[in-house]
T-cell receptor, first 111, second 114 residues
Framework: QKEVEQNSGPLSVPEGAIASLNCTYS??????FFWYRQYSGKSPELIMS????GDKEDGRFTAQLNKASQYVSLLIRDSQPSDSATYLC???????????FGGGTRVLVKP | DTGVSQDPRHKITKRGQNVTFRCDPI?????LYWYRQTLGQGPEFLTY????????KSRLLSDRFSAERPKGSFSTLEIQRTEQGDSAMYLC????????????FGSGTRLTVV
């Protein structure tokens, strides 16, 4: 079992719709969770972090965390073609000293 | 501060040659990480430093790979006797000790071994 799992996609959504991305992790003691966006040929850029159960909103992005189910999700509202990218879920180790990444979900927003 | 810098951006080398990459982190960040990413995969942890000390190295990392951060500032990653399987994007990232703030990645060095 991989430590951090994501559906590779592609997740195809029409412009203006909500894109919903999921991530599960295996280490129960992880405390910090991150979503990165990566455009093709570019390096990952941090878009959201979440540490507590529940929802965290930042603009069109909402991260959701459920530690009991070991599940993190990212919602992208009013999806735009510029949101087309790979979204990486990352989980901090219990010691907080490194991130483990999932394989990423490719999102395609169609005009 | 212009963020995390990596050099070179691209490197093509022949199998069996040695290569060295450089990373300059954000100046106030005392942690520096090296990751490797192949097409369609997420970044894979290689090693990290806190200041000049190398605190962890992936068990998957061949002994052909070595990293240094001699003065706690820039870091180098060397690959000896390169193999075609080493072809990948090598990403450097830096952070403060409190990684709850996440990492900042550099632009990466794309290595192609022919």
């Amino acid at each position: 079992q991989k430590e951090v799992e994501q559906n590779s996609g592609p997740l195809s959504v029409p412009e203006g719709a909500i894109a919903s991305l999921n991530c599960t992790y295996s280490d129960r003691v992880s405390q910090s969770f991150f979503w990165y966006r990566q455009y093709s040929g570019k390096s990952p850029e941090l878009i959201m972090s979440i540490y507590s159960n529940g929802d965290k909103e930042d603009g069109r992005f909402t991260a959701q965390l459920n530690k009991a189910s070991q599940y993190v999700s990212l919602l992208i509202r009013d999806s735009q073609p510029s949101d087309s990218a790979t979204y990486l879920c990352a989980v901090a180790s219990a010691a907080g000293n490194k991130l483990t990444f999932g394989g990423g979900t490719r999102v395609l927003v169609k005009p | 501060d212009t963020g995390v810098s990596q050099d070179p951006r691209h490197k093509i080398t022949k199998r069996g040659q040695n290569v060295t990459f450089r990373c300059d982190p954000i100046s106030e960040h005392n942690r520096l990480y090296w990751y490797r990413q192949t097409l369609g995969q997420g970044p894979e942890f290689l090693t990290y430093f806190q200041n000049e000390a190398q605190l962890e190295k992936s068990r998957l990392l061949s002994d052909r790979f070595s990293a240094e951060r001699p003065k706690g500032s820039f870091s180098t990653l060397e690959i000896q006797r390169t193999e075609q399987g080493d072809s990948a994007m090598y990403l450097c990232a830096s952070s403060l000790v409190n990684s709850r703030l996440g990492y900042t990645f550099g632009s990466g060095t794309r290595l192609t071994v022919v």
